[in-house]
């Protein structure tokens, strides 16, 4: 951008000159040599200007032209949050899009029986994953990832071969409330970054090789290398 904004600002600059250049040619006959010389300068030095812009953006790949011609999205507004179950409580009832909903349902069969800070915590894994280039880039598409095989998810309710029948609607209803503040921006202050979780029951083989990053209720959350999870 830095590249385009410094030509345009160099060819206005010269064309201001250009214009100067030609209307001394226009007040004074005897000076009209100079000015001529002076005006054929500022076209060639124009010529120039133009013809490194034109090198420097064909020499660009198409996908970096794309990016300097898109305009960035607005990031969310960071929500401010309490992790408390009685400050939910207060919070309107939510319902959302299918992005929503797979993650409300994530967190009711994941971490229903956490505390509150357990379930944001769950909530975190699932949106640093969708960040991370190792894995699909929807909330819908990390949670049900692997769920064609039969315990062989990322995330077990997803594959487990139960049926997601939703019984304890005030559980529900608290976790709906979380996905939304997630989804909206809520701050990822409980893991550091965290992308795998278990429980104090089972100790997978890749736990000991992932750096834990909190204990919160009974899971337990560890970050996946940098040298394998690299940020979108």
Not at 35 to 50: C, K, N, P, T, V
Request: include cysteine; aromatic fraction near 8%.
């Amino acid at each position: 951008m830095r590249l385009l904004t410094t030509g345009v600002q160099g060819a206005l600059a010269l064309l201001f000159l250009a214009g100067a250049a030609f209307a001394e040619v226009g007040t004074d006959e005897a000076t009209a040599p100079v000015a001529a010389a002076e005006a054929q300068a500022i076209d060639d030095r124009l010529a120039s200007l133009f013809g490194q812009e034109s090198a420097a953006l064909g020499a660009m790949k198409q996908t970096d032209l794309d990016k300097l011609m898109t305009v960035p999205e607005a990031r969310p507004a960071v929500v401010e949050v309490a992790y408390d179950r009685d400050w939910l409580a207060d919070l309107p009832a939510q319902r959302g899009d299918a992005e929503w909903s797979c993650l409300a349902k994530a967190l009711y069969f994941e971490a229903r029986g956490e505390p509150v800070r357990g379930q944001f915590a769950v909530a975190e894994v699932i949106l640093n994953r969708v960040e991370a280039l190792e894995y699909p880039d929807s909330i819908c598409d990390v949670v049900h990832q692997g769920s064609h095989r039969k315990n062989a998810c990322q995330f077990s309710f997803a594959c487990d071969g139960r049926p997601e029948t939703i019984r304890e609607k005030d559980a529900f209803l608290q976790v709906g409330k979380i996905a939304a503040l997630m989804i909206s921006g809520a701050p990822r202050a409980l893991t550091d970054g965290a992308t795998h979780f278990h429980t104090n029951a089972v100790r997978p083989r890749w736990a000991s090789k992932f750096p834990r990053t909190a204990t919160i209720g009974s899971h337990r959350f560890y970050r996946q290398p940098v040298r394998l999870a690299t940020s979108r």
